[in-house]
């Protein structure tokens, strides 16, 4: 029964690829991970009780859990970043499956169920290479009282504190307050505003008139 469900979603995944394989490696890699999705599915159609599965439905299961799990990562992805971070944690996984309304309480149960099918793993293939970006310095290493799971610390030139030598601007404000002439002093702000709409207003003086006795 296993077998049959297996060839089914084996037979999806060959015609799917063709009879030529690709030399690029990321079509390798995306090839990989869909066939093994397809085996996935097949064994879960026989933990179920089927004997047999057309391809087109093999397919649609397949499209199907694959697009959740991928709906998974991008909502785990999303959290992660409004918390100000770059890789996401179990708690940000945790976080999207109670979002998409399922019950993570039962995923204990259903991991340790005595009818589930062991998948052997797939062939080893090189994920795309991604370019990393420039570091400098070493990486911290996590205190203990925190999970080896959580991403990394930024590199140390991010947060390392660079004083500000102040001296030359002290000098330029001394030398600004000896001479008062000169612009941007305060001390002779009166003396070098030529805008008339910018001088300060005067308040007119009141007059009042003496009263005749």
Known sequence: MADTAATAGAGSSGTRSGSKQSTNPADNYHLARRRTLQVVVSSL???????????????????????????????????CEHT????????????????????????????????????????????????????AGQNRPHPPHIPSHFPEFPDPHTYIKTPDDSGAEKENTSVLQQNPSLPGSRNGEENIIDNPYLRPVKKPKIRRKKSLS
């Open 45 to 79: 159609l026989t933990e179920a009780g089927f004997e047999s599965a057309e391809k087109a439905s093999v397919e649609t299961l397949t499209e199907m859990l694959q697009s959740y799990i991928s709906e998974i990562g991008r909502s785990a992805k999303s959290y």
């Open 84 to 135: 100000a971070r770059t890789q996401p944690t179990l708690s940000d996984i945790v976080v999207t499956l109670v979002e998409m309304g399922f019950n993570v309480d039962t995923l204990p149960a259903y991991a340790k169920r005595s009818q589930r099918m062991v998948i052997t793993a797939p062939p080893v293939t090189n994920q795309p290479v991604t370019p990393k970006a420039l570091t």
